[in-house]
């Protein structure tokens, strides 16, 4: 997994602009990963996942994009709206493994 | 209940105390994790519970820390002798999926230690 750091990255956006925001995993054997959205004073909730043997998945306003090669993973969020200030995180599982394995966290904030 | 549930949603204890943290998870949920979370940093994985399988403890950080999961369902996370490095929130997940690599766990609100 990721190395944690002090310091969560920060993106701050527009209200209505889409927000990307970007992972990478160090485990070229993980063939699962979800986006988590982290309220504060909240738990993580699920937002969306994609298996390994995809690159592209589409929900509701959300698209993750996972590129193997250099085992990056993006989310991106569409129409940002005040709703999406969070922290993201994005999570991946190894193989038959059970556990998520989390990165650092994005803080993202939506400016008016 | 509707979502995992998590108490108490706020501990604050003397070091060296012991202190139990407990989880609902979602009814039916066969998967059983716990994650600890330190001030601005990702979860960390502690234990992982799968029905009436030897649980994962592979992640927890030390023999202060155990879990038990009583008739599959609830589970409580003990930490002994608490140090104030155990300051964080400890928070419970629960999955519907038995096995394999689709794995979405649905996350309780968490229980924020703090040992004086």
């Known amino acids: 997994g990721e190395s944690v750091g002090l310091h969560l990255p920060t993106l701050s956006v527009q209200e209505g602009d889409n927000s990307i925001i970007n992972c990478a995993y160090s485990?070229?054997?993980?063939?699962?990963f979800i986006w988590y959205k982290q309220e504060s004073g909240k738990g993580p909730q699920f937002i969306i996942d994609i298996r390994s043997n995809m690159d592209k998945r589409q929900g509701q306003r959300v698209t993750v994009l996972l590129n193997k090669t250099v085992k990056h993973l993006s989310l991106q969020i569409a129409a940002t709206q005040p709703g999406d200030s969070a922290v993201y995180f994005c999570a991946e599982i190894m193989g038959g493994a059970q556990k998520l394995v989390f990165g650092q966290g994005t803080r993202l904030t939506i400016n008016p | 209940g509707a979502g995992v549930s998590q108490s108490p949603s706020n501990k604050v204890t003397e070091k060296g105390k012991d202190v139990e943290l407990r989880c609902d998870p979602i009814s039916g949920h066969t998967a059983l994790y716990w994650y600890r979370q330190s001030l601005g940093q990702g979860l960390e994985f502690l234990i992982y519970?799968?029905?009436?399988?030897?649980?994962?403890k592979s992640g927890l950080p030390s023999d202060r820390f155990s879990a038990e999961r009583t008739g599959g369902s609830v589970s409580t996370l003990t930490i002994q002798r608490t140090q104030q490095e155990d300051s964080a929130v400890y928070l419970c997940a629960s999955s519907p999926v038995a096995s394999g690599n689709k794995n979405i766990q649905y996350f309780g609100a968490g229980t924020r230690l703090s040992v004086l």
């Open positions: 519970f799968q029905g009436n399988s030897a649980p994962d």
């Open positions: 485990n070229s054997a993980s063939d699962y």
